[in-house]
C-alpha cells in the first residue's frame, strides 16, 4: 500500500497559488519526499523532493512540516498547462521499491 | 539529450504469444524500473533493478521476466501474455535516489 494520502481532486483558478497537501504520517528517518506529475497518460515528470528542509527549484516549492508527517507542493502561479495528476511518494534512501498512489488531480480553471 | 526510450510505443498481440518491450538510458544510471498503470490502479512497480545482473520484484511481478545485463538496458519480457496484461507500461531510471526517476513515454499494450 502507498505510505501516502492525497486528496483525488482540487481545482485551482489560472495565475493562483496551488497548494497541493500530502500526508506521510509513517514516513521513516531516512526517507524523502518527492513529488510528480502526469498529464494525460505521458510518462511521469520528477518536479522536486526534499527530506526535512523546504526546498524550491524552477518548478515548484515544497513545503515538509517540522515533524514530517506531512507536506505541500506549491505552484506559485498555476496555469492551464499544470493540469495533470499530482503525486506524492516516500521514496527510499537508496535502492528500493518504489510505491505510487493513486495522486491528485489537479484543474486549472481559466 | 537525456532520455529512457521505450519500444514499441503501441503493440497489440493475442494472448500467448511472446513478447519483449525494449528500455534504454544514456544517462548511465543504476537504478532501473518497470511499471504498468491501469484506470483506477494508478502506477505499480513490476520490477526494478539496482545494477547489473541486480533485479528484484515489484508489486506486481507475476507474468512479467526481466534482465539487466548492461547498465543502459532492461527488457521487459511477457512470455506467455494474458489479457489481463492489456496496460500502460511505463519504464523509469535514477542514479543515487530510486525516488528520483525519469521515465520514458509509455508503451500502450494490448493483448487480445
Known amino acids: 500500500d502507498a505510505k501516502t494520502t492525497q486528496p483525488p481532486s482540487m481545482d485551482c483558478a489560472e495565475g493562483r497559488a496551488a497548494n497541493l497537501p500530502c500526508n506521510h504520517s509513517t514516513i521513516s528517518g531516512n526517507e524523502y519526499v518527492y513529488w510528480y506529475r502526469q498529464i494525460h497518460s505521458q510518462g511521469p515528470q520528477y518536479i522536486i523532493h526534499g527530506l526535512k528542509n523546504n526546498e524550491t527549484n524552477e518548478m515548484a516549492s515544497l513545503i515538509i512540516t517540522e515533524d514530517r508527517k506531512s507536506s505541500t507542493l506549491i505552484l506559485p502561479h498555476a496555469t492551464l498547462r499544470d493540469t495533470a495528476v499530482y503525486y506524492c511518494?516516500?521514496?527510499?534512501?537508496?535502492?528500493?521499491?518504489?510505491?505510487f498512489g493513486p495522486g491528485t488531480s489537479l484543474s486549472v480553471i481559466p | 539529450e537525456a532520455q529512457v526510450t521505450q519500444n514499441p510505443r503501441y503493440l497489440i498481440t493475442v494472448t500467448g504469444k511472446k513478447l519483449t518491450v525494449t528500455c534504454s538510458q544514456n544517462?548511465?544510471?543504476?537504478?532501473m524500473s518497470w511499471y504498468r498503470q491501469d484506470p483506477g490502479l494508478g502506477l505499480r512497480q513490476i520490477y526494478y533493478?539496482?545494477?547489473?545482473?541486480?533485479?528484484d520484484k515489484g508489486d506486481v511481478p507475476e507474468g512479467y521476466k526481466v534482465s539487466r545485463k548492461e547498465k543502459r538496458n532492461f527488457p521487459l519480457i511477457l512470455e506467455s501474455p494474458s489479457p489481463n496484461q492489456t496496460s500502460l507500461y511505463f519504464c523509469a531510471s535514477s542514479w543515487g535516489l530510486a525516488g528520483q526517476q525519469f521515465f520514458g513515454p509509455g508503451t500502450r499494450l494490448t493483448v487480445l
Open positions: 533493478s539496482m545494477n547489473v545482473e541486480v533485479t
Open positions: 511518494i516516500v521514496g527510499p534512501a537508496s535502492y528500493d521499491k518504489v510505491i
Open positions: 544517462m548511465n544510471h543504476e537504478y
